[in-house]
């Protein structure tokens, strides 16, 4: 099939596009994939090959200084919702013409299109154009279900209620966003965004761990948990430089320190975060890696202790790591929790606040620390309750074999293929899916010299 995929936000929202790429381009597949973020160079500079094409949409998102702020303004926000819409307003809307224009290229050279749920210039295109569309959703507390809610679970009748008036609240903040481009095709509105814009009728897929994401009974039937979308790759997370092996041979265990896409870009926020997590770790007495981009501009010195690097390939460093420290982001946490790892989870936004309560519902960390109020004791505080506790490092090892055992990437790629292939006449196509894409569970990838990263 010729598949036209779309993506928007930080790695952590292209990186597992990246990863369903590859594994639709090795089962033969024909794969543009296009991206939007602040990091679209790096994607753009790898090297396309002939069934698998990198292109970006909207390149000039944002500069690191006019992020900075925005990301400052967003976490000092407490309402989720007004979190979320000064997102759209600020990094979402600028680009989005571009993003359409992308869309509807994609739509006119594919079978078939595959988005990210909040690209819905995609999603808008595909209906205009009558392309098949499949939605992917890299977190799972954006489905409503009276089984849960983001806020917490209270019991089917209030969770039903809160989702009331959770949708409520999503129509009124972003209805408006899909329909300026659907009156530009003389289509009608939107009734309500995620029943008729996030959610795919034909197949949507939940890009998380069965391990951490239960498929809730009330989800419709489009909807599938596939897992953890990862396939380590190092022209984007490079190797493990000499220095930080060593390190590592060094001594006891690290604590992995980092913000990923929300580490500051602005030299003093930088050495601000810097001195915050060199300080936790003297309070710890734990030793620690602290990531962070231009920590060589910022006057601090790596000793037997802290190791500072500006970047490092998770897939190698974090089973290394005695706990990881991060921001909650959807890739981060669920490679941490691959690797086998508790963490302590540093929330700047409200979906971050919910990859770390899922995380403390399985026991695999502590209650959430928000980014606004976090201090070196406090963090020191959650770092040497995690590390005190046996029980909570073997529970984090028991998740991260199980989720070891999966191949999110094998099964999206089977449910693709089950779903539209028969759109094509895909003779490739088996009539059933093998057991193990049934359960969400497949053995990962790694024999296959195309789903390895070499490393």
Known sequence: MRIGMQTWGSHGDVRPFLALAEGLHAAGHDVTLVVTTIDTDAY?????????????????LLGPAEAQGIMEAIYQVRDPMRQAATLMRLVFAPVEDDMFAAAQRLCAQSDLVIGHFIVHPLQVAAQHAGVPYASVFLAHGSLPSAHAHPLGTFGPTVNRALWWLTRRMLNGAFNHYPDRLRRQLGMPPVRDIIDDAWVSPRLTMVAVSPQICVRQPDW???VHVCGFLDMPNVAVEGTLPPDLDAF????EAPVYMTLGSWTPEQPAAQRATLALFTEAARLAGCRAIVQSPSWHDCGVVSDDRVLYVSAAPHHAI???CAAVVHHGGAGTT?????????????AHISEQEHWGSELRRLGIAGKVLRRRDVTAARLAARIGEVLRQPDMAARAAAIGA????ENGVQVAVGLIE???????????????LPAAMKTGVS?????????????
Request: hydrophobic letters at 40%; a positive charge; aromatic letters at 2%.
């Open 44 to 60: 753009a500079r790898m090297a396309s090959r002939p069934g698998l094409r990198i292109e970006a949409a909207g390149a000039a």
């Open 318 to 320: 974090f089973p290394r």
């Open 402 to 405: 199980a989720m070891r055992q």
């Open 334 to 346: 669920q490679a941490a929790t691959l690797a086998g790892k508790p963490s302590v989870v540093i």
């Open 443 to 455: 053995p990962r990838a790694g024999t296959d010299p195309k789903l390895s990263d070499g490393g």
């Open 418 to 432: 089950r779903e539209f292939g028969r759109d094509v006449q895909d003779p490739r196509v088996a009539a059933d």
């Open 248 to 251: 590592l041979a060094a001594g």
């Open 220 to 222: 419709p039937a489009s």
